[in-house]
Structure formats: C-alpha cells, structure tokens
C-alpha cells in the first residue's frame, strides 16, 4: 500500500495520534518548567535594612517551601551588578533609585517599590547645624564602594561643589560608621537606611549624636526624578524630650523589588505577596498599605507585578499550597488547547468517520460504473471483452478483501450484487456476440 493510499485510509487515526502528540509534547515543556525549589537574594551589608529584609523574606518564602539563599552585599549597586552578572546566580534584589538609573538593566524587570530610604546625615552633636558648610575640614563616611549611599552623596557632594572639602572621606559600612561616630572617630557619617533599621534607631536614640535635614530637598527632588522628601516629625523620636525639636526634612530614594526577567512567574507571585505582607504597614514616612506600588523608573515592572496590583494573586493561590497551585494552573493552561481542539474533534469525527468507511465502498462504484460504461461501448464496436472480465474479477477480488464495520457490512453485499450484475451483462454480450468476436472473447 502506498503512502498516499494509506494517508487516505487511515487519516483519521493519524489526526487523532498527531494531536495527542503535540498535546504529550506540550505537556512536557509545560512541566518541565516547574517552580524551582531555591532563588539567591542579594542583600546588604549584614546589620542594615535590607539584610533584615532579606531575613523575613526568607522566613516567608520558607512556609511555601521555598529556599531563599542571602548573599550579603556593599549596597545597591553592587546588587545590580549580581543580577546583570548571570555568573553570581542572583535572582532577586532590593535596589535603591538611584543605582537602577546608573546602569543598562535590560535584562531585570521590578515587582515594584516597597518602602522609603532616607539619606541620614549624622553627625556629632557639637557641630553646628550650618548645612554643607558644618562638612568642610571633617572626617565623613559616605558608604563603601558598591553602595547607594556612597553613590547619591557623591552625587550631592559634587552639585554642591564640595570636592576637595573634607578633612577625609571614608569608605565604612553602616555598622563602623555607627560605631566610629559614636566613638567620636569621625565626625559625620551619611547612612541610606529605612526608618527600621536597628543602626538608624540606635543613632537616633543616643544623645551623642543628632542628624541634620536637607534645606534644599525641594531642589535636589526637582533635579533628580529618583528622589523623594520625607519628613521626620517633631518629638517622634522622644516625645518628653522633643526630639527632634523640629521637623527634619530629609531626601529618600523609594527601594524597588527587582528580579531577573527569566524568574518563574510562580517565585515572583510568591515575592509580591511577601512584600505585601511585610511592607503593607505604617510607619513615619508611609501610610498603611501604600506600598508595595506598581512604580517603575528605569527598570520596567514585570507582567506578573502588573497583574498582581491589578487582580491581586492568582485565585488558586487562595485554596491551594504555592506548589499545588503552580501545577494546577499549567494543567488549565494545558487543559484550553486539548480542549479547544478534541471538542471539534469529538462532535465531527462521527460524521467523518462515516464518511472515511462510505468513501471506501463508494470509490469501487466508481471503478465498476467505468467498467459498466466500457462494456456498452465494447458492445457497440464489437471489441473484445476479456480485458474487461479480468478487470471485473479484480474489482470483485477487493470487494471481498475489504474490512469495513459490520455497520456497513450492507453496503458491501450490495455492492457484490452490483458486481454480479454487471457480470451478467457481460456474460450476455458475450452470448448475444457474432461468432468471430465470441471466437476471439474466448
């Protein structure tokens, strides 16, 4: 049997065995790309907000059996470069507004911003509170390489045009910052910490020390679109000692969730709904449930975070563990191709069907009503007709070999009888026949 001719008998049977094995196919690629069971965190300096943070999300992530691997880091912009680094297998970050707008980040997407850091000026309480002036000749702390801090307040220390102004400029991380200024080592130290963390509290709660605000936050907010102004309320720190004794204005850069963009859609609804649920409450700088937001400068929210703050989490999540919910939504996504295909399928195949098993009786009728038109014309000429016989046996040969369903077995002992009469015609053309054609028929 041919190709072609087996192609025709069989199409059905073969539409059906492709498509189970498009959809087997599809199903395998679908699973195969499963949650992963752990994702690497770049953090912060050990001690400051973000390593804080970076605990709580791990605890989280821990309930939904997910492992969180922390990575403690400088800063911001040295979290930037783990995740732009494919080989520091970082895959998700708290990244301040400032260091996003430094590099390319093409390949990250944000889940969203999820709560407010100040930039803290420190300082001594015996120096004067005289602005940028009171910096000349001191010893500051402007953050380790790789940190936001030392990022923006190289920033601020240029468009104010204090370079070269300092006793000297170090270097230190947050903890030997706190530590050096208290001691009275260096007299100023910049820290790029949220209200929460515990070196802000502790800063602001020794008498050893005070900070100072920005007198001209409203123009640093206007020069760079990444900076926002908060304010430290008068006596929030200690309301029977009023401290501060004034409100401080102070500038922050708004901390976005960043992930890379091939982290599995699942981990980022996971990441989204723990920044809900550490982030949502009110402190000084915020209200209740105002972050984590759908705001994006230079990097670009995710498809998931713009569905997470549109619809909220998938509903499945509700009723199921993360796992659970992940598999059963691919099995709907799945679900919608087989469905959309097989129901066609299903309600036409029958008819189909039917026509595939008629279709195969109907084609020898079509080669015995050729046969019956040869023999008329085979009469009138006076041809010779033992051609035609053997034809007409053949056919007759097929008709018996044919497998149908016995739902159709009639059409083939009709079609037998229609071969025998029509080899009753011939028998009688050949007996009506002038002697010297019946001569050469036989």
């Avoid at 947050?174 to 820290?191: S, W, Y």
């Avoid at 016989?389 to 097929?398: A, F």
């Avoid at 159709?408 to 015609?425: F, P, T, W």
Wanted: aromatic share 8%; glycine share 6%.
């Amino acid at each position: 049997m041919s190709v072609r001719s087996f192609l025709r008998n069989h199409w059905p049977s073969i539409t059906i065995a492709v498509t189970a094995a498009v959809i087997a196919c599809a199903a395998i690629v679908m699973l195969s790309k499963m949650p992963p069971h752990r994702i690497v965190m770049a953090t912060g300096p050990e001690g400051g907000t973000r390593h804080v943070l970076g605990e709580r999300y791990r605890a989280a992530l821990a309930r939904s059996n997910v492992e969180v691997q922390l990575v403690p880091t400088a800063g911001s912009v040295e979290n930037l470069a783990k995740l732009l680094d494919p080989r520091d297998g970082a895959d998700v970050a708290l990244i301040e507004g400032a260091a996003s707008s430094a590099k390319d980040a093409s390949g990250l997407q944000t889940l969203g911003v999820v709560f407010y850091e100040p930039l803290w000026w420190f300082r001594k309480r015996e120096i004067p509170d005289t602005g940028v002036d009171a910096l000349r000749g001191r010893k500051v702390s402007i953050g380790p390489e790789g940190s936001g801090t030392r990022a923006l307040s190289l920033e601020l220390i240029k468009q104010n045009g204090m370079e070269g102004q300092f006793g000297e400029l170090l270097g230190l991380a947050p903890q030997e910052a706190r530590d050096k200024l208290l001691t009275g080592d260096i007299d100023v130290a910049f820290i790029m910490m949220a209200w929460e963390s515990p070196i802000v509290r502790q800063l602001l709660a020794d008498e050893r020390v005070t900070f100072s605000g920005y007198a001209r936050a409203d123009a640093l907010v206007a020069l760079y679109p990444f900076i926002n102004k908060v304010v430290v309320p008068r006596g929030v720190i200690d309301l029977a000692r009023d401290r501060p004794p004034s409100d401080r204005v102070l500038i922050a850069t708004k901390a976005s969730l960043v992930v890379r963009k091939d982290l599995h859609p699942a981990i980022q609804y996971l990441l989204l709904n723990t920044a809900r649920e550490i982030h949502s409450r009110q402190n000084i700088f915020h209200r209740a449930n105002e972050f984590p937001a759908a705001e994006a400068d230079d990097i670009p929210l995710s498809d998931e975070a713009v569905r997470f703050y549109k619809s909220g989490r998938p509903v499945l999540h509700d009723y199921f563990p993360f796992w659970i919910a992940a598999l059963l939504g691919k099995i709907i996504i799945l679900l919608i191709p087989i469905l959309g295909v097989l129901y066609p399928m299903m309600r036409f195949l029958p008819r189909l069907y039917d026509w595939a098993m008629r279709s195969k009786v109907l084609r020898m009728y079509g080669e015995l009503r050729l046969l019956e038109d040869e023999m008329t014309n085979a009469r009138d000429a006076g041809r010779d007709t033992r051609e035609l016989r053997t034809r007409l046996d053949r056919l007759e040969e097929q008709a018996n070999h044919l497998r149908v369903p016995a739902a159709y077995a009639s059409m083939l002992y009709v079609l037998r009888n229609h071969i025998d009469l029509v080899r009753e015609g011939l028998r009688k053309h050949t007996d009506k026949a002038p002697e010297g054609v019946v001569a050469r028929s036989e």
